[in-house]
């Protein structure tokens, strides 16, 4: 019988063996049930990654085709802010369906909840498996390009950023001493945006400023393409967030890498607060993430410069200054502390001077930050607690916006002090002690913060994965508290 020849490398003596043609074109010619015999080659986190995957690619896509019809105008301004975003991405991929006002706002929140009820079942199910990471990466990827396409129908904040980026770029105005409504009354972005946001100046730092100014860049741009500007840019930092998480992890539990990259990078408050609505604390985190890996190859005050620049995108981040600050003198010897307080200090002033120099005009540039508690109080511990204060006092005790914020800042201040006080006894304390301190502290502060937003726990939540498995704990309580954070929606 005739056979084909195949010629193993030379790393095996030129061995010769015969295969027989039948045998040959088989091997040739592709199985029709190679799909299903690679799906019982997958172990069981794998294949619930996957079919999970497909549920929630499928809720997104459904966000995406199914727009308001045309035509109507709702009385209620968060119904209003609807139809007009829904509207503006009808544009971007053809819709199989139209719905009055009200019924697309409650499909709409039906998918986000049909979305955390997936993800919930999903992380839980394949916790303390090994995932491989690359099914993670492909959904991220995917799931972040249906994202581009859903309409930012749940926060107007993507347009705030385009306004006041254009506010500078195309009127050459300051955004922190005017507003949309003196400055570019008649933009295009104006009837976007929230209607109290068109009479304040930024309450944003003067990085992320400029980071604006930079993408708003032409004067003809739609309100359509800035958004679309800002949700790439969310899509990169929400990608490289993922990835730092998933290295920071592998390098002390390999086989918990993938859960954490996948407890991050298919959160649903990832997905909609990050790239859908196109935050910018997924970019903040990035900054964060990427100042903890400076800290863990021994570069300090490059480290600190990371926290500095991501608290100049948004204030948020800068009670971390208040961790690690007194960290690095609690590590070093009494001669050696008057030093790092001047190289430190020096490193905060020299980053905000850059940052401010060119939108400065005097105090009034931060006093637009400082009043931004002062639109009120939505915070629904704060609120409770208020409530109970002037209810245990029969009303003698009612406490104003500036009152509250100063017993929130007293408040937090102690814990900060208390929680750095424990650190310091550590026998040992390694980079993950400190992700998990800097989550911790975040979630605290926004707890006690009078004015909060479910995607300013993005940062923590990104933090806490990092930690590690040690520290799954911090993940799931900060995990509950940004869900009860949705609460503030209605505040």
Not at 198 to 224: D, N, Q
Not at 403 to 417: D, R
């Amino acid at each position: 019988m005739s056979a084909d020849r195949k010629f193993l490398p030379r790393a095996s003596a030129a061995r010769q063996v015969e295969i027989p043609q039948v045998e040959a074109r088989e091997l040739a010619a592709p199985s029709r049930h190679w799909p299903m015999a690679v799906w019982r080659t997958l172990g069981a986190g794998d294949r619930a990654v996957i079919g999970a995957g497909g549920v929630l690619g499928t809720i997104l896509l459904a966000l995406t085709i199914v727009t308001v019809r045309a035509g109507e105008t709702p009385a209620h301004p968060k119904l209003q802010e609807f139809a007009r975003n829904a509207r503006l991405f009808s544009r971007v991929v053809p819709h199989v369906a139209e719905l009055g006002v009200l019924p697309y706002a409650i499909f709409a929140c039906a998918c986000v909840l049909a979305l955390w009820l997936i993800y919930l079942w999903l992380i839980w199910l394949v916790r303390g498996k090994q995932i491989d990471h690359r099914l993670v990466l492909a959904g991220a990827v995917a799931f972040g390009v249906v994202a581009l396409t859903v309409p930012p129908v749940f926060s107007t904040d993507i347009f705030s950023y385009s306004i006041f980026g254009r506010l500078a770029s195309v009127y050459d105005l300051n955004p922190y001493l005017t507003t949309a409504a003196l400055g570019a009354p008649g933009d295009p972005v104006v009837p976007y945006l929230y209607w109290q946001w068109r009479h304040i100046p930024s309450p944003y730092g003067p990085l992320w400023t400029l980071v604006s100014e930079v993408v708003t860049l032409g004067r003809h741009a739609t309100p359509l393409d800035l958004a679309i500007r800002f949700k790439v840019l969310a899509l990169g930092a929400v990608l490289l967030d993922g990835w730092l998480i998933y290295v920071l992890v592998r390098r002390r539990w390999p086989e918990h890498a993938g859960w954490a990259y996948l407890a991050f990078a298919w959160n649903p408050m990832v997905l909609v607060e990050g790239v859908v609505t196109g935050h910018n604390d997924a970019l903040i985190l990035a900054l964060v993430l990427v100042s903890a890996y400076l800290l863990l190859q021994a570069r300090p005050y490059l480290a600190f410069a990371g926290l500095v620049v991501s608290g100049l995108v948004k204030y948020s981040t800068l009670p971390l200054l208040a961790v690690v600050g007194p960290r690095f003198l609690m590590r070093a010897s009494p001669s050696q502390r008057a030093g790092i307080v001047a190289r430190l200090g020096a490193i905060a002033a020299l980053l905000a001077v850059g940052a401010f120099a060119p939108y400065w005009g005097g105090l009034a540039v931060l006093m637009s930050t400082l009043d931004e508690p002062g639109r009120g109080v939505n915070n629904p511990v704060i609120v409770v607690g208020r409530w109970l204060i002037a209810t245990l006092t029969e009303g003698h005790v009612r406490l104003g916006v500036p009152a509250t914020v100063a017993l929130s800042l007293a408040a937090f201040g102690a814990w900060q002090a208390w929680m750095l006080w424990r650190a310091r006894w550590r026998k040992t304390w390694a980079i993950f002690d400190e992700l998990a301190l800097w989550a911790t502290s975040l979630a605290v502060f926004l707890l006690l913060w009078p004015r909060i937003h479910t995607w300013y726990f993005v940062v923590p939540l990104g933090l806490a994965l990092a930690a590690g498995p040690v520290y799954r704990r911090v993940y799931w309580g900060i995990l509950l508290v940004s869900l009860l954070s949705y609460a503030s929606y209605g505040l």
